[in-house]
């Protein structure tokens, strides 16, 4: 019988921007982000950041590919949020909200360019209905991009739940690739970023069909 976990996730982000964690979790992610940022053009649309942590992602993003657009951001930690406000303040360009994926509607009739997450869609309880919202949430022709440090081929990371003590769903990287098929995205991409230390982060990336 799987264990059961006494946090979630919102509490485990809320303690994170409180000690500071945020911060390290910058430095471990920011060489897989920025790899995987290289494959986002410069747009004039509209970006969306799930789970932008302490920001650094999403102040990026609104400084340089969608320097001439918008970027919405949403994490489920408030704490997080406010650390994301402050962080951005000088930047017109970006909206953030603390909310759940599952239940979030962009404001009016906001379509994405882009959408990006990194270390998220594992905290959702059914991983392929947040593809799906992500699907139905893009432009015709735009892309989706999931990373993810715990995945089944990466088994140090297999520990994770219960070391942070809050549920996790386990993906392999052909589950991540055959559930974004089966959402309807094509061009479907799939890469070990920085393998260099252990499995590597997976990326997984798809653009939503013109028709």
């Known amino acids: 019988m799987a264990k059961k976990h006494s946090n979630t996730a919102r509490q485990l982000f809320n303690k994170w921007a409180r000690n500071d964690h945020a911060r390290g979790m910058e430095r471990g992610h920011w060489n897989s982000v920025q790899q995987a940022f290289s494959h986002i053009p410069e747009s004039s649309g509209n970006y969306l950041e799930i789970g932008f942590g302490n920001g650094y992602g999403i102040e ?31 930047l017109s360009n970006v909206t953030v909200e603390a909310a759940d994926f599952s239940t979030w509607q962009p404001p009016g009739d906001v379509r994405f360019s882009c959408i990006f997450s990194m270390e998220v869609f594992y905290y959702f309880d059914d991983i392929q209905k947040g593809i799906e919202k992500a699907f139905a949430l893009l432009n015709p022709g735009s892309m989706l991009m999931v990373l993810v440090d715990f995945y ?41 970023l920085n393998p260099e230390k252990g499995a590597g982060t997976l990326m997984t990336a798809g653009y939503r069909p013109l028709t």
């Not at 970027?71 to 994301?84: F, K, R």
């Not at 549920?167 to 990287?173: A, F, G, R, V």
């Open 60 to 90: 990026f993003m609104a400084q340089n590919q969608y320097k001439n657009g918008s970027c919405y951001g949403i994490d489920i930690s408030e704490e997080m949020q406010a650390v994301t406000k402050e962080r951005c303040a000088g």
């Open 152 to 192: 089944a081929e990466h088994k140090e990371s297999h520990t994770w739940p219960d070391d942070v003590d809050v549920p996790m769903t386990l993906w392999s990287e052909q589950e991540y690739r055959q559930g974004f098929l089966t959402a309807g995205f094509e061009r479907v991409m799939q890469k070990r």
